[in-house]
C-alpha cells in the first residue's frame, strides 16, 4: 500500500517582536545591535494536504483559492529555482522543493491541498504555512529525521529563494497552535515554549485597508545597521532595548495567566511602534484605518489591547477579548461597523494529566504456575521504605505521587476478586497487631483504591484492544498509559511518570518514554528514531516506529546521533501519554480489523498518529524493572531500591 500523509500546518500570529527578527541579522556588521525576540503563535487556521510519494513535485487543488492551476515539474533543481524566482504561490513550494533536492537523496511528491481557510495577505504569513508544509511532507515522506527546527530551518530557506524577503519569525507556524519565545541572534534562532496558565482569547481580523509591505520594510532598513539620524536610532531602539524588555514581561503575564497585563502590553507595544518606529516610514505605517479600530470605546469595552499585526500598517489588526462571550460579541461588532471578518484564537493551557491507565488483563503465562495462585501484578517487591508490597501498589504510589487524581485498571471480568480484595478493609482484629505506622499505610491503600475503576477486556485480542477499553474513561483528556509489570526507579525527586507528564505539558503531543538497548538487543523490541528536539537530548522527535527489526537494517536506518555517546537505539519502555487521537487511531483498526500478527497493536495506533500529528520520544532520569519473566522478577527483587 502506497504511503498517504494527512498534514495542517497552521498560519502564524507574531503577538509581540514583529520586525525583531530581520533587524538582527544586521548583527553580523554591527555587535552592539542588540538581539531580536518575539512572541508568535500559530493560529487555528492553516492549510491541510495530503501527500503521496511521485517521481515529479506536484501541487495541486480544487479549491478556489488556486483558479483551477496546479504546479507540476521534475525533480531538477534548476527548473525549481527558475519557478521560486517567478515569484506567486507557486514560488514558495518550488523554492522549497529546489532547496530539498539540493541537499538531501528524495524523489517527489504530490501535494493535494485539500482546504486552505487561512486569509491571504493578512499578516498571519500563508507562504510560510506553505513552505512548512512542503518541508514537513519531505521530511516524513523519506524519513530525513528532521525535528521541528530542522523544519522550519528548510522552509526559511527555500523561501529565501523567492522573491519574498521574510523574517524568521515566519516559520514558527512549525510548532503548531501554541505559543513560543523566539531569540534572533544574527543567523541563529533560538525557540522557547510559553506555558499557558489561563485561557486566552484572540480575534485576528483583515482592516480593509492598503499598505506597501515592501516599502514599510525598506524604509526601516535604511536604519540599520548603523543608525544616524535620531529616527534611526529610535528604530533600532524600539526593536532592541524597549522590545527585549517588552517581552521579558509579556513572558511572565502570559505564564501567570495575567491576561488584563498581556492586553495593556500590547496597547503598550503599538504606543512604543507608533512613536518609535512609524516616523522612518510615515505614510505607510500612519494606519488611518488601524487607529481608527484601536479609538473605538466600543470595542475597549470588549478587549483587554489590541495592536497591528506583522509589518504593521493597515494591513490587520488583533484583539485580547476580555473572555469568550465579549469575543462573539467583538466579532459580530467589527463585523457590522468596519464590514470586517473576525477570526478566532484561543490559547489554552495544556490539559493536566490526571489520569492514568494500567493494563493487567494478561494471563502470566511465562510467570506459571505462580500465577494461578496471583496475578502477576501482586507478585511482591521490597520497597525503597523496606515494605513488601505488589508490583500494582508500587506503580499506584508513584502515580499518586505524580498527581494522578483516576486509574483504570483493564482486567478480565473474573479477576476484579483479587483486587477488590487487596483494596478492601482489613478486620479490626488484623488492625490491631499493626503498627502505628502501618495503621496509616493501611489508610492509604483505602484511599489509593477510592481512585480505581475497572475496564473489561473480554476478549484478548492485542495490547490496542486492551487499552481502547479504556476510552470512556479517557473522554477528550490526555491519560498516561503504565504497563503493569514494570516498575520505575527515578534518579531524582520528581517520579518517571512526573517527568514524562511535564515533557508532555512542554510539547502537546503524544508521548512514549525510551531506553536505550544494545545493538544486539533490537530484535526483540519496537525500536524508534528520529531527531533531539532539545540540547538536554531527552526529547526526540519520533520520525520512523519499527517492531522488532533486523539488526542490519536497525544499524542502517534507526541509530539515533548523541553528542557525547555515539550512536544509540531506542526501546518504548512502559510508559506513554495517549492523546485522543490515538483512541480514534485504535478505533479504526478495529473496526477494519487492522492487526498485526492477528492482534490490534497499539504501535499501529501510534504510528499513524505519528504520521498525521506527530509523536514525541522521552528519555526520563532513571530505571525501569521488569517483573514479566522469571529472570528479570530475579534481577528486579535483587536490585531495585538499592
Same mark, same amino acid.
Given at each position: ?174 510548532? =503548531?497552535?501554541?505559543? &513560543?519565545?523566539?531569540?534572533? +541572534? *544574527?543567523?541563529?534562532? $533560538?525557540?522557547? %515554549?510559553?506555558?499557558?496558565? @489561563? ?105 483587554? =489591547?489590541?495592536?497591528? &499585526?506583522?509589518?504593521?500598517? +493597515? *494591513?490587520?489588526?488583533? $484583539?485580547?477579548? %476580555?473572555?469568550?462571550?465579549? @469575543? ?122 477510592? %481512585? ?191
Amino acid at each position: 500500500m502506497d504511503k498517504k500523509l494527512k498534514l495542517f500546518v497552521p498560519g502564524r500570529l507574531c503577538l509581540f517582536g514583529e520586525h525583531s527578527d530581520w533587524a538582527s541579522l544586521h548583527r553580523v556588521m554591527n555587535a552592539s545591535i542588540i538581539p531580536g525576540h518575539a512572541i508568535v503563535t500559530g493560529v487555528e487556521q492553516g492549510i491541510y494536504a495530503t501527500v503521496t510519494m511521485s517521481d515529479k513535485f506536484i501541487v495541486e487543488s480544487e479549491i478556489p483559492s488556486f483558479k483551477n492551476e496546479s504546479f507540476e515539474c521534475e525533480m531538477d533543481s534548476k527548473k525549481l529555482r527558475e519557478t521560486a524566482q517567478e515569484g506567486g504561490f507557486f514560488s514558495y513550494v518550488a523554492g522549497v522543493a529546489s532547496y530539498v533536492n539540493d541537499h538531501y537523496r528524495v524523489k517527489g511528491l504530490r501535494i493535494h491541498v485539500d482546504e486552505m481557510n487561512l486569509p491571504i495577505k493578512s499578516g498571519l504569513s500563508s507562504s510560510a504555512a506553505i513552505c512548512v508544509l512542503v518541508a514537513r511532507a519531505f521530511n516524513e515522506m523519506y524519513n530525513l529525521q528532521l525535528n521541528t527546527m530542522g523544519e522550519m530551518n528548510i522552509a526559511f530557506y527555500g523561501e529565501q529563494r523567492t522573491p519574498s524577503r521574510c523574517g524568521r519569525l515566519d516559520q514558527a507556524c512549525a510548532f =503548531g497552535v501554541m505559543p &513560543v519565545n523566539m531569540t534572533f +541572534d *544574527g543567523n541563529e534562532v $533560538f525557540v522557547d %515554549k510559553i506555558k499557558v496558565k @489561563r485561557p486566552l482569547y484572540w480575534v485576528f481580523s483583515e482592516l480593509n485597508g492598503s499598505k506597501d509591505t515592501v516599502k514599510i520594510l525598506s524604509d526601516l532598513n535604511k536604519c540599520y545597521p548603523f543608525a544616524e539620524t535620531e529616527i534611526e536610532k529610535n528604530v533600532q531602539r524600539a526593536l532592541g532595548t524597549e522590545n527585549e524588555k517588552l517581552i521579558e514581561r509579556a513572558v511572565k503575564a502570559i505564564e501567570a495567566g495575567d491576561c488584563e497585563s498581556v492586553g495593556a502590553l500590547m496597547t503598550e507595544a503599538q504606543k512604543m511602534f507608533d512613536t518609535l518606529v512609524a516616523p522612518a516610514s510615515p505614510k505607510e505605517l500612519a494606519s488611518p484605518e488601524l487607529h481608527r479600530v484601536l479609538a473605538d470605546e466600543k470595542i475597549k469595552e470588549y478587549t483587554y =489591547g489590541a495592536k497591528g &499585526v506583522g509589518s504593521q500598517g +493597515d *494591513g490587520s489588526v488583533q $484583539f485580547l477579548a %476580555k473572555d469568550e462571550n465579549s @469575543r462573539e460579541q467583538l466579532i459580530e461588532y467589527i463585523k457590522e461597523k468596519y464590514n470586517m471578518e473576525g477570526f478566532r484564537l484561543t490559547l489554552k493551557p495544556e490539559k493536566k494529566v490526571r489520569k492514568a491507565i494500567i493494563p493487567v488483563a494478561g494471563f502470566g503465562t511465562r510467570l506459571y504456575p505462580e500465577t494461578r495462585a496471583i496475578k502477576k501484578e501482586f507478585f511482591p517487591v521490597i520497597d525503597r521504605d523496606g515494605y513488601v508490597k505488589p508490583v500494582i501498589m508500587n506503580l499506584l504510589e508513584q502515580l499518586e505521587e505524580s498527581g494522578i487524581e483516576e486509574v483504570c485498571l483493564v482486567i478480565g471480568e473474573e479477576e476484579q476478586a483479587q483486587y477488590d480484595a487487596f483494596f478492601s478493609p482489613l478486620s479490626q482484629e488484623h488492625i490491631s497487631k499493626l503498627s502505628e505506622e502501618k495503621r496509616a499505610y493501611e489508610e492509604k491503600i483505602l484511599e489509593i483504591g477510592k %481512585k480505581i475503576t475497572y475496564a473489561y477486556q473480554k476478549e484478548r485480542k492485542g495490547f490496542g484492544h486492551a487499552v481502547y477499553q479504556c476510552r470512556e474513561f479517557a473522554g477528550n483528556e490526555p491519560v498516561l498509559l503504565l504497563l503493569g509489570d514494570m516498575i520505575y526507579e527515578s534518579f531524582e525527586e520528581r517520579t518517571c511518570s512526573l517527568q514524562l507528564i511535564e515533557a508532555y505539558e512542554e510539547c502537546g503531543k503524544t508521548m512514549i518514554s525510551m531506553q536505550d538497548v544494545p545493538l544486539e538487543s533490537v530484535s526483540h523490541y519496537g525500536i524508534m528514531c528520529g531527531k533531539w528536539e532539545n540540547s538536554n537530548e531527552n526529547l526526540l522527535k519520533i520520525t520512523q516506529m519499527v517492531e522488532k527489526p533486523d539488526i542490519n537494517y536497525a544499524k542502517d536506518c534507526l541509530k539515533v546521533r548523541t553528542k557525547s555517546d555515539g550512536d544509540k537505539y531506542y526501546c518504548a519502555y512502559g510508559q506513554y501519554i495517549l492523546t485522543p487521537e490515538v483512541f480514534e487511531a485504535l478505533e479504526y483498526n478495529i473496526k477494519n480489523n487492522i492487526t498485526t500478527k492477528g492482534e490490534i497493536q497499539l504501535t499501529d495506533a501510534l504510528d499513524s498518529v505519528r504520521e498525521t500529528s506527530g509523536i514525541m520520544g522521552f528519555v526520563f532520569n532513571g530505571k525501569v524493572y521488569d517483573v514479566g519473566t522469571p529472570d528479570m522478577y530475579r534481577e528486579t527483587i535483587a536490585n531495585y531500591g538499592r
